[in-house]
């Protein structure tokens, strides 16, 4: 949510812009309770709350009140019917309100702030014509939830993946994670690999050896770790280093063989070694570093949302 709110005070400098907020769901949806999408005075989009029929329905209200500043739910039939063209099979309602540089970008600004400094908040929209947005820092519920008449909803920081390893598999991982929004720091010890040229969009990038790094680490929230190192020399130092950090996520590239070796020669509590995912990724019969990345990337996702890594046609 930080580059979406990023986005949100650029444009609300310029011009108003509607924001568009699921607030509650029913049935089978394209997305959860607190996706978001605004509308700018331009007409353009950032977010989405599902696409098809259902967002344009929101696009054309949003344009209304662009105009009208009057806000409003708006109710997305997508159970099948001729008259609603949804195939989903659910409801979804969206709660449409403009939002101007100077009723809201402070807030805007407050929320960046406090994401960008690996806090979590949450905002409390009410229900009411009369009443603002406002933020909580201290209540920050585990999921959205509805309590008088307003949505309270938490915001956490973007998670970061430190990729330990710039070699082919580093490198395509470090793409395939930002996009799926992961703030992404590279390490390796070899100042021919990790380059700010060949990882443009790195948070950092570490060429160092990885023991000088720890205290760097210690204060990131949301912490995944990728080792997708040249070797288990390099596996070894960092899982020592890596063993007293607080870690969301860890995941080990390599055969079963070199994870066995890697595994009897460290001296690490059985619990910590437990925790490591390794062979890294998911199952898809990934050959080549981009599709590995792809793999890699799939299991945080499942882990950070507590998929399952089932093929979804099996629900059929």
């Known amino acids: 949510m930080l580059k979406f709110y990023q986005k949100l005070a650029k444009t609300l400098k310029q011009n108003p812009a509607v924001l568009a907020t699921v607030t509650s769901t029913k049935g089978s949806v394209p997305r959860e309770v607190g996706a978001k999408m605004f509308i700018s005075a331009e007409g353009k989009t950032c977010g989405t709350i599902g696409g098809g029929a259902g967002e344009a329905k929101v696009y054309q209200q949003a344009l209304e009140i662009l105009q009208t500043g009057e806000k ?5 039939d997508l159970t099948g019917t001729p008259a609603t063209q949804g195939v989903c099979g659910g409801t979804m309602l969206v709660w449409l309100e403009r939002w101007t540089e100077t009723e809201n970008l402070h807030l805007v600004n407050q929320i960046i702030d406090i994401l960008t400094s690996g806090e979590s908040l949450a905002i409390v929209t009410p229900f009411n014509t009369d009443a603002q947005p406002y933020l909580e820092t201290a209540n920050t519920p585990s999921f959205p939830q509805l309590q008088n008449h307003a949505l309270i909803e938490t915001l956490l920081p973007p998670p970061t993946l430190l990729i330990i390893g710039a070699g082919h598999i ?4 470090a793409q395939v994670a ?5 703030q992404i720091i590279i390490q390796d010890d070899r100042p021919d690999f990790a380059t700010p040229e060949r990882f443009p969009d790195a948070l950092q990038v570490l060429a160092q050896p990885i023991n000088s790094i720890p205290e760097k680490l210690e204060k990131i929230p949301n912490l995944c770790v990728a080792l997708v190192t040249r070797g288990y020399s390099q596996d070894l130092e960092a899982l020592e280093m890596l063993s007293n950090l607080q870690l969301q996520y860890i995941g080990m590239v390599g055969s079963e063989k070199r994870v066995k070796t890697v595994y009897k020669k460290l ?3 059985p619990e910590f070694l437990q925790k490591i995912y390794a062979p890294i990724g998911l199952d ?4 080549t570093p981009e599709e590995i990345a792809v793999s890699i990337c799939a299991e945080l996702i499942k882990v950070r949302r507590g998929g399952t890594g089932n093929s979804l046609s099996g629900k059929m």
């Open 72 to 76: 409003k739910f708006v109710e997305i």
């Open 170 to 173: 580093g490198f395509y991982l």
């Open 178 to 182: 930002k996009i799926a929004g992961f």
């Open 267 to 269: 001296q690490l509590n």
């Open 284 to 287: 898809i019969g990934a050959l």
